[in-house]
């Protein structure tokens, strides 16, 4: 199904450009070794093609070992800032390794548990939405304790971004209809299970940034489903 969205242009030209998440850190363990500005305690991850281990190396039982990201600020991201993590943590005959994951808003501050990560036989992405206190600087943790299962806790990648608005992202954006003064977008519909909120913006000159202000029309289509 599509959305037909009609409105005047106030320019004889338009700019139309799907915008990325934007985020502050985004880590995808591409190279083989540790990453830049990261740290790690007991040095039992390890680092290969887009994943990071922990404790294949070999460990005793009850090891640990924390993976620390740098740290960022997340002021600039005014929705909903968000952490995403895909990660495998496969449990066995009862047993798997914990992995945590943690936060604290200074270099000396506290850490304060942000989600226990559950079992996945597979590799599985989940989003926790930052505590809304958090609204400058940012360290996250991840913390793995190895208690002698069989398939080693794995990092695919790490974001902290703008929490996504939409469960799938819309597609199929098209112009149709354009004459000097008008023009209409349609669009295939995101099938959120409660309601449709799409973040528009049409501008007469090319944006690189949602936070970027269009001069044509900038706002928020939302529709109950």
């Not at 985020?23 to 790690?40: A, I, M, T």
């Not at 909903?80 to 943590?89: D, S």
Request: hydrophobic share 45%; proline share 3%; with cysteine.
């Amino acid at each position: 199904m599509k959305k037909i969205f009609s409105f005047v242009l106030l320019f004889l030209s338009i700019s139309v450009a799907t915008m990325a998440q934007k985020n502050v850190l985004s880590e995808e363990f591409n190279s083989s070794k540790l990453p830049s500005g990261w740290l790690q305690t007991n040095g039992l991850w390890s680092f290969k093609g887009g994943e990071a281990l922990v404790f294949a190396s070999g460990a005793a039982e009850n090891a640990v070992d924390t993976l620390y990201t740098p740290m960022v600020n997340v002021a600039e991201l005014k929705n909903h800032p968000t952490v995403t993590i895909a990660y495998a943590l496969v449990e066995q005959g009862g047993i798997k390794d914990d992995l945590t994951l943690l936060y604290r808003t200074s270099a000396t501050g506290d850490w304060t548990n942000l989600k226990v990560l559950d079992a996945q036989s597979e590799t599985a992405e989940v989003s926790v939405e930052l505590p809304e206190t958090v609204k400058g600087n940012l360290q996250l943790a991840i913390a793995a304790k190895y208690n002698l299962a069989k398939n080693f806790p794995r990092v695919d990648y790490l974001i902290v971004a703008n929490r996504s608005e939409a469960t799938t992202a819309p597609t199929g954006l098209a112009v149709s209809n354009l004459t000097a003064n008008a023009a209409s977008l349609t669009w295939d519909v995101c099938m959120s299970p409660m309601f449709e909120a799409y973040n528009l913006k049409v501008s007469s000159t090319a944006l690189v940034d949602m936070q970027m202000t269009a001069d044509v029309f900038d706002g928020t289509r939302t529709e109950a489903r």
